[in-house]
């Protein structure tokens, strides 16, 4: 059995994505990690700190972003299928360039594909999420935030990234353009892994956090949505209200976490502001009761068939 890592990434270094740190924490994994790095800007240093890396595990794929082609976010997916179409391995983990794994995690990530190997059933492995907001020290366990995502697939050329690379699906006889198509595509049969992916997409200074967002809106929503982003202050709100992280981070983490220095900056107000999906009393009641009466997720989409006893 062999497993493959797989990732993209454009200007992340810059935007303060931690990428080579969710590299690293997959190598001791897979068996090759596979990199589709944008033509990222001159001022980035990706390329020269995967390379520094110096693992022969790792193979960079050169690609060209195009907005136009894959708008709305599809370039993401897109991106995110060269990789994978890289890759050489029976099993398949993607990591997004904010997310990691712990390396306490890694003999039960392995166990669980060698059990599956053979069970053809079974196209995917769903991930518990751990999605940290602001610091290191609080993460999200809200009713607006996914509590579950497929991060390993199998090596089948019919399963793809899907809309901006969220999550997977099967597509027979993709035309390689829509990401967002809809019809004639399938969930995949996934079974549990009892690992977490540690998603930190939101923790950076507030003013590389807006940077990160107005990238992100260029490539959602075009100039106009970038433009609208950059008049803007970002404001974590009051993250004293988000739930405490009482376990540990990756160890490949740590240095970013020793030289955590935006503490002060966390609590500057941007009064005009749109408030946060988790700070809407409708999102608090529908945590309220998944988290302290259902201990469930409910009204929500999930882009998955979960197998039972697998």
């Known amino acids: 059995m062999k497993i493959s890592g797989f990732t993209m990434s454009k200007n992340a270094e810059k935007l303060g994505y931690p990428a080579i740190e969710s590299i690293m924490s997959a190598l001791p994994l897979v068996d090759e990690f596979i990199v589709a790095l944008g033509d990222s800007d001159s001022d980035d240093n990706s390329r020269k700190l995967i390379k520094e890396i110096n693992s022969d595990k790792i193979k960079i794929i050169d690609t060209v972003w195009d907005i136009e082609k894959y708008p709305r976010g599809m370039e993401h997916a897109h991106q995110t299928d060269i990789a994978k179409n890289n890759c050489t391995g029976d099993w398949l983990i993607y990591l997004q360039a904010d997310e990691l794994i712990h390396e306490k995690d890694i003999p039960v990530i392995r166990k669980r594909c060698e059990e599956l190997n053979d069970d053809k059933e079974v196209e995917g492995l769903l991930f518990n999420y751990y999605h940290f907001w602001g610091d290191y020290q609080h993460y999200h366990y809200s009713h607006s935030w996914y509590k579950h ?4 697939v199998r090596n089948d050329p019919e399963i793809h990234s899907w809309e901006s690379a969220q999550s997977f699906r099967r597509i027979p006889e993709f035309d390689g353009l829509n990401y967002r198509v809809q019809d ?31 990238s992100f809106a260029n490539n959602h929503r075009g100039k106009a949505g970038a433009e609208k982003m950059e008049k ?8 004293n209200k988000i739930r405490k992280f009482k376990g540990t981070h990756p160890e490949v983490l740590n240095d970013k976490i020793l030289n955590f220095n935006w503490e002060n900056k966390l609590y500057k107000r ?16 529908l945590s309220f009761i998944e988290n302290y009466i259902l201990n469930k997720t409910i009204f929500s989409f999930q882009n998955y068939n979960l197998l039972k006893n697998k």
């Open 232 to 239: 803007t202050h970002f404001d974590y709100g009051n993250i």
């Open 184 to 214: 004639n595509t399938y969930k995949l049969n996934v079974a549990k892994v009892d690992a977490h992916i540690y998603h930190y997409g939101w923790v950076r200074p507030p003013h590389i956090m807006k940077k990160k967002l107005v």
């Open 149 to 152: 995502e497929i991060r390993i």
């Open 270 to 285: 941007n009064k005009n502001r749109q408030k946060f999906k988790h700070e809407k009393i409708s999102y608090k009641i």
